[in-house]
């Protein structure tokens, strides 16, 4: 049931369940665990990991493990294959000289099938800088941009959908007129039936190629909620029309003219969330005041970044924001999705256009400029989205903010987080 209400949970928020859900329990289990039990340490300070092989429940006697220590996406600074005769031992691991994340991982082979487990070590995080250039005209740059949105019509067009219009709720398929004529924005909106003015939840979609079902149950409760797609296209068609296009020509979408800031992909993309909030604050159900953004992920990106660069939002929700630093790599450290300056990504991306374009796209540079209150999420164990890149936006942020922490989790989440989330959100939205 957990599992259900995180999937459930995700599929609204726009992010993929099969992505971000919590992994499926399996029969034997890796368990790494740090001996501070709020896994932070201060530079300098000593970290042992302990490692522990279960099966029923059970330490697994004389388990054979490999396991490997090093900065997050780092090469490993350690090795080793070690026998636990009892099914659990304790390492020293080191320490950090700087701030940063320290992580384990380790690999058990039990009846011919290797399973992993992990954990990561956080030494003064809050003390992270970020690496990302800020250009001198970045501000001038979005407000340029964003008043250039503002001379192209949103031709709104709404296509009202029965069949998933509930008592309370009626859920349209929407299409807008993005950043320039021809250009397109989708997404579905449910509004409650009740004549009334009502705060508004613009939902941000995390990375990938899907359809989206709209926001219902929170429509239910007196918000209006507009999930949006950022590729152009409807977001209602079958499933396997987003599966070719996400084998196909969307393949490594988030590489789309990086060498060019102002045909990188992501200009459109930032812009399009500008342009669904034009069109949710113009809607007469409206009430004038109360706009929030939520995602995950690349949403999680996104929702900073609307906050950043649009006055109405009053408030924001984060899930391990990607984007964040992504100069991390080329700094000797890790950086965030999607890994331009990874080993695999080193060579083709490292050139002086690609670098001068993504100093206005990183969220690290949104961050600095957030000034509503947010509420964000994460855990250590993401290597995804490494905390070491989150971090370095979040460190950023002057204005009120409140993280929620559960350590263990990777890019997914505990139906607690969502919980408080949505609380959260909720709470803001209906202050007034």
């Excluded at 956080?122 to 992270?128: A, K, N, S, T, V």
């Excluded at 001379?151 to 296509?159: E, F, G, R």
């Excluded at 903010?401 to 209906?430: D, I, R, S, V």
Aim: glycine share 8%.
């Amino acid at each position: 049931m957990k599992n259900y209400k995180v999937i459930l949970f995700l599929f609204l928020l726009g992010i993929s369940p099969s992505i971000f859900a919590q992994p499926a329990e399996q029969f034997v289990k890796v368990i790494v665990t740090a001996d501070h039990s709020d896994w932070t340490y201060k530079k300098g300070e000593h970290v042992k990991f302990t490692i522990s092989v279960l099966k029923n429940g059970n330490l697994v006697k004389d388990a054979t493990v490999r396991y490997e220590i090093g900065p997050e996406k780092q090469d490993p600074i350690k090795k080793e294959v070690v026998t636990l005769a009892t099914g659990t031992q304790t390492m020293d691991a080191g320490t950090m000289k700087v701030p940063g994340f320290l992580r384990c991982i380790a690999f058990a082979k039990v009846d011919n099938k290797e399973y992993r487990g992990l954990s990561t070590a956080g030494f003064d995080p809050l003390e992270i800088a970020p690496t990302i250039e800020n250009p001198n005209d970045f501000d001038d740059f979005w407000n340029n941009a964003i008043a250039e949105l503002a001379k192209i019509p949103m031709d709104a067009k709404m296509t009202l959908m029965p069949e998933r219009c509930t008592e309370k709720v009626n859920v349209y398929h929407v299409n807008l007129q993005n950043f320039r004529v021809g250009t397109r924005l989708y997404g579905i909106l449910c509004v409650p039936k009740k004549e009334g003015k009502y705060p508004a939840l613009l939902q941000v979609p995390g990375a990938g190629v899907r359809p989206y079902a709209g926001d219902i149950a929170n429509a239910e409760k007196g918000i209006i909620t507009f999930q949006i797609g950022i590729h152009g296209i409807p977001v209602n068609m079958d499933l396997s029309v987003y599966n070719d296009l996400g084998n196909g020509v969307l393949n490594g979408y988030p590489n789309y003219n990086l060498d060019d800031r102002d045909r990188f992909i992501y200009k459109r993309v930032y812009l399009g969330c500008l342009r669904a909030n034009d069109f949710l604050t113009s809607l007469p159900q409206f009430d004038g005041v109360n706009l929030a953004v939520t995602g995950g992920s690349q949403g999680g990106a996104l929702s900073i970044v609307t906050a950043a660069l649009d006055t109405r939002v009053k408030s924001l929700g984060s899930f391990y924001p990607a984007l964040s630093d992504v100069t991390g790599y080329l700094n000797g450290r890790a950086g965030g999705w999607p890994h331009y300056f990874d080993k695999v990504n080193m060579n083709v991306n490292n050139t002086k256009e690609k670098l001068k374009t993504l100093g206005y796209y990183d969220v690290v540079n949104f961050a600095r400029r957030i000034k509503v209150p947010g509420y964000y999420s994460w855990g250590f164990n993401d290597e995804t989205c490494p905390p070491t890149s989150m971090y370095a936006a979040y460190n950023l942020i002057a204005a009120p903010k409140e993280l929620f922490l559960a350590l263990e989790t990777g890019h997914w989440t505990y139906p607690e987080q969502n919980e408080k989330m949505t609380n959260w959100l909720l709470g803001k939205l209906k202050s007034n």
